[in-house]
């Protein structure tokens, strides 16, 4: 059932190959290390890993610009990794602190970074799909060319804000770029259980936009496949949907015991893993040695120290505050 | 100062602000071709066309969102919900992005959105087109909600509520567009109450559409005698308490007019202020005057018998002062 | 761009056919004295006209059968009169009285009969769709085999209501008849203007369930391909799409200045009118004479006359019951 | 007597209406496969196979509906929407559909559907995850609103529910789970609210997850020489009135405890209600504890001091007999 992991040569030029993997490793080690701060307390409320789905969200916003939106889920803290939101100010915002990207108030669902232009963290299923059709509508009437990418999960299919947030974008030419993270799960809910068309680009296309359908762990497929569909968007052609086949290693969130999978589905798609897969093309090719690899998830592994060494460190907004960013501060003049 | 409806006031309103803000538009389901349903945008997609005054398919989750996307992207968007009956099937985008991203975000994203609907019952449209749900939404933090219940406000409020950097709810109620009044240049406050009528027995508190019923009663209480002030909330969040309990503590009884269900209206709110921090000022016990516990019934006697109305207002004011 | 008048001969038996112009006539009259009673004061509120419809509802329901539920919109008269509700108790519904099929409660956008199996009038666009699938639900898990008619507009597609409903029948598979009513515009908004993609049929089939458009001014082509869609459905086969082509020769309402539509636009549909053009090919057929048309035409005017008479006649509910049918009245043990 | 958690409670509620009526089922998401959110539904899939115990797609709005319909269709569906925060996006079939086709259609057709779901804060759960939106069902005529807060209720309240010939909407607070408590058998009844802690100098009046809060303030209250009764709400629509009144009559004195935003809150209507019918019994305003109006942020310490805690409970009843 499950497609052999992906293989073969790699191709792209060496230096982005490894950025690639770089970020890969970033998020990989960030996230393990969330889940371990959770266990201790460190972290609250709900987490949703990505471990597993790397390869989407690296692959994608390597296709992006600077200038490019973005609006994700609450399984984002890859995109707001990638999207430039620095890594202390990720962890320093799961843990509550001031000092998060989210000043602390919005927690793990609620990354949100105006300078790196992510629009969040959305803890509504298909929340985000309407806002980014809107962030769109911005551009277009203020010429302003730019992609508009929305993640969201194949779960949120079925919602109805889907539906009419993508007959808005394709009747109206915006240039959002729907990235559908078809990890094969909504919860427990398998996408055969959820959709009458499980054939989800089929599903799309019956709004008259483009559609393209990729290997979700395959880093190099992905970024790919977005490099075409953004560059759809940016050339004013309207929206694109792009469907990722992924799937997720971990479970839905820290509280959920897993009953709806097997374990051996779980491992069979461990094997297509972007992480291993993409480093064993690279060694393969060449392009990699173990040293290298080590180095960089050294790198990474530094880097996560150091951002949960910034949490640590960070402050407790005082609650005489807590009433502060309900509205915004307006100067009479 | 220039006559005219309370209807040509808010399409006087939307122009201006259209033609003075390149950022501002108009979206919503038959606001361009069609007119607006209530006439409001008849003619200015003639003159600011497709793009500024754009028709939305019947999508009110979607374009409510689009509309928040829109303000975070740096527009301005008036999005019309034809009537807070639809609303409703909006009411997440609203409450959980519009009123909470702000706040989500530590203060970086503000969302200056003004979203634009007909309320309220009064012309037989029955049970599912005729709620009165502006208490809801003032009860939710993020929001701004204004009733603009004259033609003045209905003329100035829309100019304050599109400088508002956040998110403002304005509720036009569908019994008020062929009123008619005069108006004087430029914006108005959006963060007082007005009293409208002043009187020194009792305070009628109301808002919106229930406000010329609240002055016909309070014209029906001077001649028997009673001399009632009517204050006007126009704005429902935040409330303007101030206001409504410096009349009260003067006249030292209240009577609350809404035309929500009784049970959980803003009357309720306003009734519990009251009794929190002006209940030694009070001569008798504050009562409230909304509409009957029932879906609202389609023929008009039954319409009638379910609405406030002006002698109910009176006979509420007047057992206030122990009087049949 | 408009098509050709129905022509041609009508393919079914005598009595089948004047039974479809009788229903057709029954309509017409009925709501043209609507129009007038609204003028009149009579009636009030909104009211949506059927006029230039009436091919649909009739050739529809004339495929269904007396044990089918039907649920329909604010535009429902002609279902109502066609599902078995008497004209006498529709008409004192437009009045509000007592006598009216739903106590007056309701008015002319709420027609319920529960003997007849009419489940409304519903003035939420979109909002019979899932109440029709909960129908067809109820009737799966109780092993009942029936048709489950939702009569809707084509601007209620665009609604997140559509979306969720049709995916539920179809991944479900229960037994849904979604019936589309595409008069061209909803309100002022032309088809072109709210769906990104304008087949509907094409946009139905995403769901994965098979879909059927026919001609909506020609009665015997609905009521053919009705048969065939209620047979599939009633078969247990799951939901099935179909969608009238048609077109609404009044305004939306009794608001409605029409601007969004040229006049030559709905002259030259008046020409495709689904009365004269079937009464005209049966009297090709020498299936109808002139006589027996005015006979038909004058029987639908006398159970018009007696409607109105007895809605005159009807009560008022005492101010007193004006709480009354919020709750069930509840016969304590 | 079998004393088991709220969460089995509930479950074991929904197992026993469902081997009693074929009729009753469960809908929602990811009560089946997964075993339910906040894990209720675990091992009902198993006993009663995936047509009873149905996994609904994303879709709020559409299961609701389909839930209005199974329940005209003859069934007696209990409809689990994950929690209040998702349930706006189902608001119409609720508002539009199921608490108003029994008055619309004159009485013909009744809606016997039990609408189940989490609510309330203190998970750190932020935002948009956080709401208490009981008091807008509540103010929503043709609808029943019980808040079950004790562990009898949570195993009681179900079959009563059941056998209402019209929609009940069951709000389960998120922090009541785990709490464990006494059950007998049957049914219990859904008409009356509960004094849960008998006292004559002040009522502490609430409901849901405020209620163990409550007590715990009625039990510092205690140790300063305040005997405080406490009354639990249990049924939000139709309000029990004669009950909160008759404890406010006795004790002289009431504090309403209420997670929702303190404006426009059910607690607004409780206070509303006792200022118009017990005014002249009071010896103090009466007072309520709410949320603070800030959506709920993420941080514990600040989540802490948005919500309603025992502390601020004592603070705001001392301060009614002139206590600082
Ligand atoms: C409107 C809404 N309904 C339900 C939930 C609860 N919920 C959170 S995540 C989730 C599953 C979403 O699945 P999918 O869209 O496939 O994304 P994934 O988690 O697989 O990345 C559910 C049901 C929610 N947050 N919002
Ligand atoms: C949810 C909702 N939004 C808007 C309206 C107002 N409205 C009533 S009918 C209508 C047009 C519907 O068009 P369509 O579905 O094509 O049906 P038609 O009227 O053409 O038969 C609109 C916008 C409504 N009743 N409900
Ligand atoms: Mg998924
Ligand atoms: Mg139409």
Redesign the interface.
Known sequence: MIAPPPSGPVPCARETALSLLDDMLRIRRMEEKCAELYGAGKI???LHLYIGEEAVATGAIHALEAED?VVATYREHAHALLCGVGMDAIMAEMY??RE????????S??L???RARL?????????G???????????R??GIARVNACFFGE??M???????????A??WQLPVLFCCENNLY?????LA?????TDLC??A?????PTLSVDGMDVVAVHEGTCEAAAHVRAGKGPFFVEFRTYRFRAHSM???E??RDKREVEAWKTRGPIHTFSARLKQQGMLTEEQFLALDRGAGEEVARAVAFAEAGT??P?ED???????P?VMP | MTRMSYREAMREAIRAAMREDARVFLMGEDVGRYGGTYAVSKGLLEEFGPERVRDAPLSELGFVGAGVGAALGGMRPIVEVMTVNFSLLALDQIVNSAATLRHMSGGQFSVPLVVRMATGAGRQLAAQHSHSLEGWYAHVPGLTVLAPATVADARGMLAAALADPDPVIVFEHVQLYNTEGDVAEGPVDIRRAAVRRAGTQVSLVTYGGSLPKTLEAAAMLAREGIDAEVVDLRVLRPLDLPTVLASVRKTRRAVVVDEAWKTGSLAAEIVARIAEEAFYDLDAAPARVCSEEVPIPYPKHLEDAALPQAEKIVAAARALFGKP
């Open positions: 609250r409320g709900f939106n509550g602190k998060g990207c989210s000043r602390g108030r919005g927690g669902m609620h949100f970074d105006a629009y969040g963290g959305n803890a509504i299923v298909g929340g799909l309407p806002l980014a059709t809107g962030l769109a509508l911005a551009d009437m203020q779960g949120a079925a919602e109805g804000a889907f539906h009419e947030a993508v007959n808005l394709a009747l909504a919860m427990g809910t398998a259980r959820s959709e009458a068309q089929a599903k296309a019956s709004y008259r936009l509280f959920d015991a009953l709806y407790w907004e609650v807590l009433a502060r960013d309900v509205h915004t307006v």
